[in-house]
């Protein structure tokens, strides 16, 4: 741990991949991460926990069976744990996650992609 600030704005141009989730920091047992979407996602769920959506920049769509939410930039939104969702994004978007450290981003160990520190 550093005194130094996170800047997203550096931390976002390290990466250019898609739906890769970045680690910038941690939070007691939760990882603070950054992405960059776009085109839509796997459906999936996650049984133990909610997962957190903030967008950055851009906009999203969380598609639910019962409905969905768009975001657009400052808005957060949280999935309940359990319930099926799929991020989808017309256009390139800049998303801020917060999830238990260790959670796999498509809800199954076996498909996650890997979590690296930024």
């Given at each position: 741990?550093?005194?130094?600030?996170?800047?997203?704005?550096?931390?976002?141009?390290?990466?250019?991949?898609?739906?890769?989730?970045?680690?910038?920091a941690?939070?007691?047992?939760?990882?603070?991460?950054?992405?960059?979407?776009?085109?839509e996602?796997?459906?999936?769920?996650?049984?133990?926990?909610?997962?957190?959506?903030?967008?950055?920049?851009?906009?999203?769509?969380?598609?639910?069976?019962?409905?969905?939410?768009?975001?657009?930039?400052?808005?957060?939104?949280?999935?309940p744990?359990?319930?099926?969702?799929?991020?989808?994004?017309?256009?390139?978007?800049?998303?801020?996650?917060?999830?238990?450290?260790?959670?796999?981003?498509?809800?199954?160990?076996?498909?996650?992609?890997?979590?690296?520190?930024?």
């Amino acid at each position: 741990m550093t005194n130094k600030p996170i800047n997203l704005v550096e931390k976002f141009a390290t990466f250019s991949e898609h739906w890769s989730p970045k680690i910038v920091a941690q939070l007691n047992d939760y990882d603070v991460l950054i992405a960059k979407v776009e085109g839509e996602f796997n459906w999936h769920n996650h049984p133990d926990t909610d997962e957190m959506f903030m967008v950055i920049e851009g906009e999203i769509t969380i598609e639910m069976k019962d409905g969905d939410v768009t975001l657009g930039p400052g808005e957060i939104y949280v999935v309940p744990k359990g319930k099926d969702h799929r991020p989808v994004a017309k256009k390139e978007a800049k998303i801020m996650l917060i999830e238990p450290q260790g959670v796999p981003n498509t809800g199954d160990p076996a498909t996650a992609k890997t979590k690296e520190w930024r």
